[in-house]
Structures are given as structure tokens and as C-alpha cells.
């Protein structure tokens, strides 16, 4: 009976090392002759390989496998790299690659490190040949790698891949967000490859590409630094035909361009757009706009745009305010002039009035050369007297009306 009794002990212990062989492995009776180093790198891959257990990306046929070769176990868990090793002889951890994360941050530097064709043919393999969807990370350093024409031809062929791909074996049948437009079209500034960059902003596009007027501001910054008209109007067209909603943002570029280049012609036709379309222009649009027909000496086109400016904003901005004073002074009323710009005088703080002296100082020595140029030439010489007249009528208003202002008058 008693050796019924010791092999009835025997079969429960086995039993319960059968039902969990993970804490046969560290049983307490094993751990008595741990030092402190190895008992806390047993508990801490314990507690690893616990926390990997409920990860869901796991199948469950596949989260454990062990196999025992005489005194040493291998543990694998089936989740990319992630390999725990235990000797339970020495019960030292040899090797512990847990983090996901840290893998993952892996792969995106060594993806940064190697060239777009390299990024792009890791892409590939795996959508075409593995089947898999790729890290975004992969994508986004194919993007940030693109340098040449050749560059960004290999991303619009990936991104056309890789639409397909969503759709057919993802039924994910969505675009690419706006975010990764813009990135796309700024690779393509960054390349050199505008014609590219382009078809970027078309509505309806084979890579998946969902455009919007961000996407349409890198091209436009790239034609202000080139000062390209030509492409300006280009990019405007592909604007309206995939009807990209304007921002106040695309005004500021937009006039400045044409401020530049001295196209009248555009900023009028464009600037009415803006009010059409019912975008609120900042002031800083309204300065370059009214400052432009100042300099052209179209008083009618003056006064629109300072209407459209009062119902945008009720304050003036030293730039519009001056605008204004000239437009008085085309009209030949100094005094009108005078009393605009001291209401800017008084309202701006000490420390700005500064600026109100420089402006004046420009309105003096640059501005009548400015309308004179765009005058007629048989007409130049009685314009110029009579304005000269009004500029001088103006200054010595000034000091009466308590503006204080040292200007050389040329």
C-alpha cells in the first residue's frame, strides 16, 4: 500500500508538470541555489514571456513551442524576432529580443540608411511577391529617401502597387490621406521633378493620392523662389479643375508671386476669385494687393480692394493705411492723406511710430516713380508736377497734426 501510495504521489507531481510546464522550468526547489543576478533575470523573463502570451497578433497553435535536447530548452515565440533562450543547467538568460518596438524602430533606421531602390524593392517584395502589407514606416523612408527623377518614379510605380494592393486583398478601397499627398508633392519639389509633382494634384489618379491645396502650396512656393509665372498659372488651373478649396495661405503666395513679377493682370483676376469664393484674405494679402494698385496708380481698383478689406477687417495695418493716403494723394487731397496717417500715428504704439516715418520716407522717394512708370508718356510731366505739389501739402500737414516725422524730401 505504501508503494501504491508513493506512485499515486508520483503521477499527481507529473501530472501538474504536464498541465504547466512553464513553472516546471522555475520551480522553486531549482531556485534555491540562484544568486540574486540569476533569480532576478529569471523573474524578469517570466514576466516577458507572460506579457507576450496575451499579445492578440499571436495564433495560439503557434505562441509556444519548446523543444528539450539533453540539459538545455529552447522557448520560441512565433512574433517576427522575438526569441527568449533559457539553459535551464545554468538557468542564465542568453538571450532576450522582447520589444517589439525596438525591432520595429530597427527596421525603420536600417530602412533610412539604405537608398530609395532599396526601400522600393523591399516594397515590392513584399507586396508582390509575400503578399503582405509592408510598415508605413518603409513608405514614408522611400518618400524622405527621393532625391532624383528616377526617385520618385519608383514611388509613384510603389504607390500604384500599393493602392491596388488595399483594395484588392485589404478591401480597403479609401485613398492615401491628404498628409501623404502633400509629403509625395514636396518629394517632388525636393527632386526636381515638378511635371511629376503635378499629377499629384490631380483629383482622379492612379496612385491613390488624395490632393489638397497643401499639396498645391509646395508647388506654388517653388515657383515664388524661381519667380515662374508660367507655372504659376499652371498650377492655379490644375487648382480649379480638381476643385482644391483656396485658403487665405494661397493668396499670401499667390500675390506675392505677381507683386514680384509685376502682373497686374493676375493678382486682379486671382484676387477676385478670393473674394468670389468668399475666402477671408489676411491683411497681409490685402498690404501686397492695395500696394500694388498704389503703385499702378489705379485709384477705381484702390478703393474695391480697401472695401473688400473693411469688411475683413475693421483695423488698418500700416502698409494698407499708406495705401490709402496715396490713393487720397492721386485723387490731389493732401489733406485727406494727412489725416489718414494720423490716425495710424496715434493708434500705433511708441515704439512703432517708427515705421510710420519709414513709410512715409518711401512714399516721398520711391512711390512717384512707382505711378510714373505707369503712366503715360505724354502725360508724365503734368502728373508728376502736380503730384509733387500734393506730397509736399501732405508733409507740412503732418506736424500740425501732431505726427512727428523727419523726412528728406528729393
Known amino acids: 500500500m505504501q508503494a501504491i501510495g508513493m506512485m499515486t504521489t508520483k503521477s499527481h507531481r507529473l501530472a501538474r508538470v504536464l498541465k504547466n510546464p512553464w513553472r516546471s522550468v522555475f520551480s522553486s526547489v531549482e531556485r534555491v541555489n540562484y544568486s540574486p543576478a540569476e533569480e532576478l533575470a529569471t523573474q524578469n523573463v517570466s514576466e516577458c514571456s507572460h506579457s507576450l502570451s496575451l499579445r492578440r497578433s499571436f495564433h495560439s497553435s503557434s505562441l509556444f513551442s519548446g523543444n528539450v535536447h539533453g540539459n538545455s530548452s529552447v522557448v520560441g515565440f512565433n512574433h517576427q524576432q522575438d526569441i527568449v533562450q533559457i539553459l535551464p543547467s545554468s538557468l542564465r538568460v542568453t538571450q532576450i529580443r522582447l520589444s517589439s518596438s525596438e525591432a520595429i524602430a530597427t527596421e525603420v533606421d536600417s530602412a533610412d540608411a539604405e537608398t530609395a531602390k532599396g526601400v522600393y524593392d523591399k516594397l515590392l517584395d513584399s507586396v508582390v511577391k509575400k503578399r503582405s502589407a509592408p510598415p508605413n514606416a518603409w513608405l514614408w523612408s522611400l518618400i524622405a529617401q527621393c532625391s532624383t527623377r528616377e526617385d520618385i518614379k519608383l514611388l509613384f510605380d510603389i504607390l500604384q502597387k500599393l493602392r491596388t494592393f488595399r483594395l ?152 494698407t493705411g499708406f495705401s490709402c493716403a496715396k490713393g487720397f494723394l492721386l485723387e490731389h487731397k493732401p489733406e485727406s492723406a494727412a489725416a489718414i496717417i494720423q490716425l495710424l500715428y496715434q493708434t500705433l504704439p511708441d515704439g512703432r511710430r517708427t515705421s510710420v516715418t519709414t513709410e512715409l520716407q518711401k512714399l516721398v522717394s520711391e512711390w512717384p516713380l512707382d505711378v510714373l512708370n505707369h503712366q503715360k508718356k505724354d502725360n508724365r510731366e503734368v502728373f508728376a508736377a502736380a503730384l509733387q505739389n500734393d506730397i509736399s501739402a501732405l508733409i507740412n500737414a503732418l506736424p500740425s497734426l501732431g505726427v512727428e516725422a523727419n523726412v528728406i524730401m528729393q
Open 168 to 319: 484588392s486583398n485589404l478591401r480597403i478601397p479609401d485613398d492615401f490621406n491628404s498628409a501623404l499627398c502633400r509629403e509625395v508633392t514636396k518629394a517632388c519639389v525636393r527632386a526636381g521633378a515638378i511635371d511629376l509633382g503635378k499629377k499629384a494634384l490631380w483629383k482622379h489618379n492612379l496612385l491613390g493620392l488624395t490632393p489638397d491645396i497643401g499639396s498645391a502650396h509646395q508647388l506654388l512656393l517653388h515657383a515664388k523662389q524661381h519667380n515662374d509665372v508660367k507655372l504659376t498659372v499652371e498650377i492655379m488651373e490644375l487648382v480649379k479643375e480638381n476643385d482644391l478649396p483656396l485658403q487665405p495661405g494661397t493668396a499670401d503666395i499667390l500675390f506675392s508671386i505677381c507683386s514680384s513679377a509685376n502682373r497686374w493682370d493676375l493678382i486682379s483676376k486671382y484676387g477676385k476669385r478670393f473674394v468670389k469664393s468668399g475666402v477671408k484674405l489676411r491683411q497681409t494679402s490685402f498690404a501686397l494687393w492695395m500696394e500694388f494698385a498704389a503703385k499702378k496708380g489705379d485709384v477705381e481698383s484702390l478703393w474695391k480692394i480697401e472695401n473688400w478689406r473693411s469688411e475683413a477687417t475693421k483695423e488698418h495695418s500700416v502698409s
